[in-house]
């Protein structure tokens, strides 16, 4: 596969993680560990499955105990702070914070040997930041005490998922299909969480479980195989200022859904980000 191909391989995980935030919503009630669980566990079987298919099974064991510890911190640590965060706070607004990824993925690039932090990436985190902080203070109508846990678990997701992402290039050799184990690692530390801190809640309806099975075959699922393969054999910087688009096509989404109202704060917030991030990746890219 050539660069190119991968980074658009990669790409595909941008446009369906713009569905991350609406199911997320539609499964409610059901708690974070609760829902890492069952997301996690539909995602790493059809990884496996896809695996044994391409004949990739046996390869998984050369690959090191190291990277699937880190490989499931990552996608279990993402998740659980993103899931709670869209529990603790409104969806558009923790959302659009959590999306801080892709910015922190290109200021993080920037920091690896053999790469420099120029003036653009300074200037578009300021842009990216300032987006987020209109948010939580709610377009200048003062910080929101209620939703600052959910704020916060946010940032952390944005911080997790861009350490996660740029420290994959250091496990490049590890195969595609050892995602499939990550997922599974992860819905295995996920379900003794939930029963130590929550109650089992789930779905009523058949919307809410589809929402459920749209994530573990979407978002949490094949997401992070493309996603995979664009971060080790694509290009990381060009695939981060792709993914500057899916903060705007995860609100579109909200909008057009009902779920969140169209409003001037979260058009400012979105554009400050976006743009932020598009300044950023300009620098990057001319380096």
């Not at 369906?16 to 995602?43: D, E, R, Y």
Request: proline letters at 5%; glycine letters at 12%; aromatic letters at 10%.
């Amino acid at each position: 596969m050539t660069r190119p191909q991968a980074t658009a391989v990669g790409f595909v995980a941008v446009l369906l993680w713009a569905l991350l935030a609406l199911f997320t919503v539609g499964s409610a009630p059901t708690p974070p560990f609760l829902l890492n669980t069952l997301c996690f566990a539909i995602g790493g079987t059809l990884g496996l499955i896809w695996a044994a298919a391409t004949g990739a099974l046996s390869r998984l064991r050369d690959v090191p105990l190291r990277v699937y510890v880190f490989g499931t911190l990552g996608l279990f640590g993402y998740h659980a702070l993103y899931f709670s965060a869209l529990r603790l706070a409104p969806a558009a607004e923790a959302g659009l914070i959590a999306y801080l990824w892709p910015l922190l993925i290109v200021i993080f690039s920037g920091l690896l040997p053999g790469e420099t932090l120029k003036k653009g990436h300074i200037i578009g985190a300021c842009f990216g930041f300032a987006g987020a902080a209109l948010i939580i203070t709610g377009g200048g109508a003062g910080f929101s005490a209620t939703y600052a846990p959910g704020y916060a678990l946010a940032v952390l997701c944005a911080l997790t998922w861009s350490g996660y992402s740029v420290l994959s290039r250091k496990v490049g050799t590890a195969p595609t299909a050892s995602v499939a184990v990550f997922c599974l690692a992860s819905a295995a530390l996920s379900l003794p969480m939930h029963l130590m801190f929550e109650e089992t809640l789930l779905p009523q309806t058949t919307l809410g479980w589809a929402a459920i099975a749209g994530l573990g075959l979407g978002p949490v699922g094949l997401a992070f195989f493309v996603w995979d393969i664009g971060v080790k054999q694509g290009d990381i910087q060009l695939l981060g200022t792709s993914s500057y688009a899916a903060p705007l096509l995860s609100t579109l989404v909200l909008v057009i859904a009902g779920v969140a109202a169209p409003s001037f704060t979260l058009l400012w917030a979105a554009a400050l980000i976006t743009g932020g991030a598009a300044i950023a990746a300009r620098a990057s890219l001319r380096q």
